[in-house]
């Protein structure tokens, strides 16, 4: 067996604001630092093949596949998963949009959808139904038929303007 | 026919629906949106040790030479295992179908003497992380010398070679039945139309690939098992058969699942092997499967030929129909449901649909081949059966110039109950008004001069249509009815607190369907409490509530239904001392938005939670001779098989220059009886329809001929994405049953069951320019181009003579 992989090196990053610090394996991705070292669990992982989307998380605010980048290379960066999205007393209101548009089942996919959605928003918080499609093309979700998805962030986009009531996907 | 006595758990109270039927939003979503959902992988345990398996690379062959030293000495590692360690606790796991033709398996935990498939477990390995148990995985030396491999399930039949030497001649499963004058419709027919259908062979794919966890005390002999598996207390129960751990020291938990779909309503080598590891090494130990194992080793699905055929007589009534299905069943029986699940519930399930067909008769047939092994993706059976019925409804219409929609006006049975050839019966549907709605949504004359316009232009567009009856809620009675003895009921236990609010625990395990809301608003509605003011545990432990697996569309049916019975003992104690505390008669006393009241007299009320705290604190108002426990566990079965029914019609249209389908509209009417939740039933519409759409379009195990599995990951195995799904207009209708709480059917598969169908015949609607009709899944864009350039691809074309007596006559 090679070496290469054991060697370690101190990483520190910030994660949802916080600082986290480790000496790690070289070869550590960051979806599992973030899983098993800053112990968020939020984050998930569906694929490791960067293709489900479901380990997305921000790295200074763009959209990354967490299990394909590794945690060295996220060294000195700021990080954002799920966990960051609502205040911890009430969803936020993408959260709140995707739960009153049924935009989840069993919730697996959720996480990452949820972080491309925010980075899509904070971008161009007018999003067109097509820009909505193509930035979340990218993640795969197995229960919903991703319609009621594209309805929830199209909510959310339209309440962040005004408060308009939610839009049917149909 | 046999039909079961009725038992005491079989009936359930009659109750007012306050919450049931309205879009109660999920008490689920908030942990799940916020990252705090539990999932297997997201769960430690202190001291735990991480396990991997070594799978084998090969499809089929000899194991000559097995040696794990380099692994065992390698740093991290605890323990390593091949078949020969795990031999002396564990012969294997035993799939046999009770019916007459099933040749049983037995599947080893880890492969001994022979590999059969792709992905087969033969070495297991424990280490100090995930990372280290797969370094030494890959120190494993060992040897094998290659046998031929099967991987058509023709060549399979022909038995040019064995799969697998437990099955020497390659027959998994082999009977059929006749009822009616069959031959005799084939005879005196108008015309016959028949087919060949093959489904392609699938993978269910929960985007939570499978994971145990499990941990044993020593000192105290118990064990404790986290799997997110569908069927808890039957692991729980395979546990104690298999391995010996005593009943009463086993658990299972279930943490949150990020999807099932049937693929995790299995009992797999891995769940068993693991309470061994952990009681080898004496710490919790950790297997959480990647998704290259998952679409390797976790049970593949739905691969089937199906040749079917109808007899019809001059005004195009269906007199016959003829069934003959041949799975493609992989390496072994998956247990427990063995090779049945596709080809024999393809032909016995539904063999004759919406159809008023007065003779029927099948065959089924499966086959070993060394893939792996085939199990449960919802819509078992069903969706090959729905497939090739439906298809060729549509062959039926264009041989008699008829619209789709005409053909099974024609034919649909009108008048309920309706007693199928076979004897099932089906007690009430709306399968003639889901044809008649459906047709409307979409439009049909206008469709038809739109797609006429357009293929002018060179725009090929197709509507597909594909009318279903689901089997729901499986049960004992469901079993029987279809010639098995298999038992089935759960049970809940209803909790009121002092303050009038509930803690409902079932028996069965959630996937991310919404159970814990949908039996809430049951609950809330039998106490007459706010839904808010319940709280549910689905199986989060075999400590409470049993269940008998959340699978066959059971969920809301079942559990509702226990629900319901359970609550209805609480209810009876509440309106006892309501009546006592009103002075009125507890037959007087209704519950009702959080009040009891005296009916019609709603001055003269209390609140639940008044009545709730008097029990618990103050025994003057209590009636006499009265049990104060406000806990109730009741078992529920539904006491008929039920079926659920609708439609779905799907709009495409063909790319002719790269053969891409698009996918425009899908018009979905679904009758599940009384919609407990209407977000979560078309929820359940969509999702399963777009499964359906990838598996006739994207998704698609392929094999090479030595037997390597080429799509081992999410780039080759292609799962529907946003940007190539449409969007759905659906339309409930509601015919409730008389036997299930509230009305309530299952309908959890329906998407899927249909949805195949509804894709193949959109696609040969777009080409019948092209003089082509295709009938193998997954339409591919070379499928779809060859067709266009007047040619059929049938990928799985075996010739007639391989299957010989199988064919239709
Ligand atoms: S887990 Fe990273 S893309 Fe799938
Ligand atoms: S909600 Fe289950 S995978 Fe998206």
Redesign the interface.
């Given at each position: 067996?090679s070496d290469t992989?054991e060697e370690r090196m101190d990483v520190s990053m910030s994660i949802n604001g916080r600082t986290y610090r480790a000496n790690i394996?070289v070869?550590?991705t960051l979806a599992d630092f973030i899983?098993?070292d800053a112990h968020?669990?939020?984050?998930?992982?569906?694929?490791?093949?960067g293709?489900?989307g479901?380990c997305t998380v921000l790295l200074n605010d763009s959209p990354a596949r967490s299990c394909l980048t590794l945690a060295v290379q996220a060294n000195g960066d700021q990080v954002r998963?799920?966990?960051s999205?609502?205040d911890g007393h009430d969803?936020s209101p993408l959260?709140q949009a995707?739960?009153?548009q049924?935009g989840?089942?069993?919730?697996?996919?959720?996480?990452g959808i949820?972080m491309s959605a925010s980075a899509l928003l904070e971008e161009n918080p007018h999003p067109t139904r097509g820009d909505i499609?193509?930035t979340?093309?990218?993640?795969?979700?197995?229960?919903?038929?991703?319609?009621?998805?594209?309805a929830a962030i199209e909510q959310a986009a339209a309440e962040s303007v005004h408060d308009s009531s939610s839009t049917e996907?149909? | 026919m046999q039909t079961i006595k009725t038992h005491q758990h079989m009936t359930t109270p009659v109750i007012a629906a306050r919450s049931v039927g309205s879009r109660v939003?999920?008490s689920?979503?908030?942990?799940?949106?916020?990252?705090?959902?539990?999932?297997i992988?997201?769960i430690?345990l202190p001291g735990q040790l991480h396990v991997a398996f070594v799978r084998s690379p090969v499809a089929h062959a000899r194991i000559t030479h097995m040696d794990l030293s380099g692994v065992r000495d390698?740093e991290g590692v605890h323990l390593a295992w091949s078949g020969d360690d795990v031999l002396p606790f564990c012969e294997g796991i035993v799939g046999e179908f009770a019916v007459e033709g099933c040749n049983p398996t037995t599947m080893p935990l880890l492969a001994r003497g022979e590999v059969v498939y792709v992905g087969e477990p033969i070495a297991v390995v424990v280490a100090e992380s995930r990372?280290a148990a797969e370094?030494a995985c890959?120190?494993i030396d060992w040897e094998f010398e290659e046998l031929p491999a099967v991987t058509d399930a023709h060549a399979s039949l022909a038995v040019l070679n064995v799969a697998n030497s437990q099955l020497p001649n390659n027959l998994g499963l082999k009977g059929g039945g006749s009822f009616g004058d069959v031959a005799g419709a084939f005879e005196r027919a108008d015309k016959v139309v028949e087919g060949r259908y093959y489904t392609g062979r699938v993978s269910?794919?929960?985007?939570?690939?499978r994971g145990v966890i499990a941990k044993y005390g020593w000192a105290s002999k118990s064990v404790q098992v986290w799997s997110n598996t569908q069927m808890p207390h039957f692991l729980r129960y395979m546990l104690t058969a298999y391995l010996g751990f005593a009943e009463q020291d086993v658990e299972v938990i279930t943490p949150?699942?990020?999807?099932g779909?049937g693929q995790k309503a299995h009992v797999y080598p891995e769940e068993l092997i693991l309470p061994l590891l952990s009681r080898e090494v004496d710490c919790p130990v950790k297997w959480i499967e990647?998704?290259r194992e998952n679409l390797m080793a976790a049970a593949h699905a739905h691969e089937q030929f199906i040749d079917i055929a109808y007899a019809l007589d001059n005004d195009g009534r269906i007199t016959g129909v003829r069934t003959h299905a041949l799975g493609d069943g992989g390496a072994y029986h998956a247990p427990p449901w063995t090779m049945a699940v596709e080809p024999w519930c393809a032909v016995v399930m539904t063999p004759t649909g919406i159809y008023a067909a007065p003779t029927a008769e099948y065959t089924y047939t499966a086959v070993a081949t060394n893939k792996t092994p085939v199990g449960a993706y919802r819509g078992v059976g069903y969706m090959a059966g729905t497939l090739a019925r439906e298809c060729l409804a549509d062959d039926a219409a264009r041989a008699l110039g008829l619209s789709p929609f005409d053909f099974r006006r024609l034919n649909v049975v009108r008048e309920f109950p309706w007693t199928n050839p076979q004897g099932i019966v089906y007690d009430e549907g709306s399968w003639l008004e889901s044809i008649d709605v459906v047709e409307q949504m979409v439009d049909y004359p206008a469709f038809l001069q739109r797609q006429s316009e357009l293929r002018k232009k060179g725009r090929y567009l197709g509507l597909g249509l594909s009318v279903f009856v689901e089997s729901s809620g499986e049960s004992t009675a469901t079993s029987l009815e279809h010639g098995l003895g298999d038992v089935y009921h759960d049970t809940a236990t209803v909790r009121l607190g002092p303050n009038g609010t509930a803690n409902v625990a079932i028996g069965l395990s959630a996937?991310?369907?919404?159970l814990a809301t949908t039996v809430a608003q049951m609950a809330a509605d039998t106490l007459g409490i706010n839904v808010e003011d319940v709280s549910v545990d689905t199986a989060r432990s075999t400590a409470h509530a049993y269940g008998s697996g959340t699978l066959g569309s059971r969920g809301a049916v079942i559990a509702s239904g226990a629900v319901a019975r359970a609550a209805g003992v609480i209810r009876e104690k509440v309106r006892a001392v309501a009546a006592s505390m009103l002075e009125a008669s507890p037959d007087d006393i209704e519950l009702v938005d959080g009040q009891a009241m005296i009916k019609g007299v709603s001055s003269s009320s209390v609140s639940v939670a008044d009545v709730a705290t008097a029990i618990y604190f103050d025994i003057d108002s209590w009636p006499d001779d009265f049990e104060p426990s406000l806990e109730a566990t009741q078992a529920y079965d539904t006491s008929r098989a039920m079926f659920s029914n609708g439609a779905h019609a799907i709009v495409v249209e063909l790319d002719p220059e790269t053969g891409f389908i698009r996918f425009e509209n899908v018009y979905s009417v679904e009758d599940c009886g009384t919609v407990i939740n209407p977000?979560?039933v078309?929820?359940q519409i969509?999702?399963?329809?777009?499964?359906g759409i990838g598996a006739s379009a994207f998704e698609e195990l392929a094999y090479d001929e030595s037997g390597q599995l080429l799509t081992t990951?999410?780039?080759d195995y292609g799962?529907p994405?946003?940007?190539v799904?449409p969007?759905?207009?659906?339309h409930h209708i509601e015919t409730p049953s008389k036997h299930s709480a509230a009305g309530v059917k299952g309908m959890g598969e329906s998407g899927l069951i249909a949805a195949p169908a509804a894709v193949l015949n959109a696609v040969n609607d777009a080409l019948s320019p092209f003089g082509v009709v295709l009938r193998d899944l997954p339409l591919t864009p070379e499928k779809v181009l060859a067709a266009m350039a007047g040619g059929v691809i049938t990928t799985s074309a075996p010739t007639a003579e391989a299957v010989g007596e199988d064919r239709p006559k």
């Open positions: 067996m992989p394996e070869r550590k899983r098993d968020l669990s939020g984050t998930k992982l569906g694929c490791e093949h293709v489900c479901a998963t799920v966990e999205l609502s969803l959260q995707f739960r009153e049924h989840l089942q069993c919730g697996f996919c959720t996480a949820l499609v193509d979340v093309s990218g993640s795969l979700c197995r229960c919903t038929g991703y319609q009621t998805i594209i996907d149909d | 939003l999920r689920e979503d908030p942990r799940l949106l916020s990252g705090r959902g539990e999932f992988a997201d430690d390698c990372y370094d890959e120190l269910a794919s929960p985007m939570e690939t949150d699942t990020g999807g779909f990647d998704r996937q991310g369907q919404g977000n979560i078309e929820g969509r999702g399963g329809v777009v499964q990951t999410f780039l799962l994405t946003m940007d799904v969007p759905f207009v659906i």
